[in-house]
Nanobody, 123 residues
């Protein structure tokens, strides 16, 4: 069982930056593909960024060039560096992991989820 805990959300003005982190209780995430998703009221959960077991990354078009997903060397932490934030980035952000299969941007592919952290960007 993998337990995930996000941190780092908050309120920021447009153009600002935030760094989200996700701590995993399992030792090492080498065997897991990981991703960040976000959801705002009335909208479906959407993929933001994902990182595969070999550290290959992918991003949604909405955040490409502004957000960076990474994890530390022992793979127990996942990060999302968010720069040039925009009001449309306002959402609750979730960390997710899947034990089998490649990283994707489809929330249905992920088995383990954190509780989420709120990001609010004001104009």
């Amino acid at each position: 069982q993998v337990r995930l805990l996000e941190a780092g959300g908050g309120s920021v003005q447009a153009g600002g930056s935030l760094r989200l982190s996700c701590a995993a209780t399992t030792y090492g995430l080498l065997g897991y593909s990981m991703a960040w998703f976000r959801q705002s009221p009335g909208r479906e959960r959407e993929g933001v960024a994902a990182i595969d077991r070999d550290d290959t990354t992918m991003y949604s078009e909405a955040v490409e060039g502004r957000f960076t997903i990474s994890r530390n060397h022992d793979k127990r932490m996942l990060y999302l560096q968010m720069n040039d934030l925009r009001p449309e980035d306002t959402a609750k952000y979730y960390c997710a992991a899947r034990a089998v299969g490649q990283a994707t941007m489809n929330h249905l592919d992920y088995n383990f989820w954190g509780q989420g952290t709120q990001v609010t960007v004001s104009s």
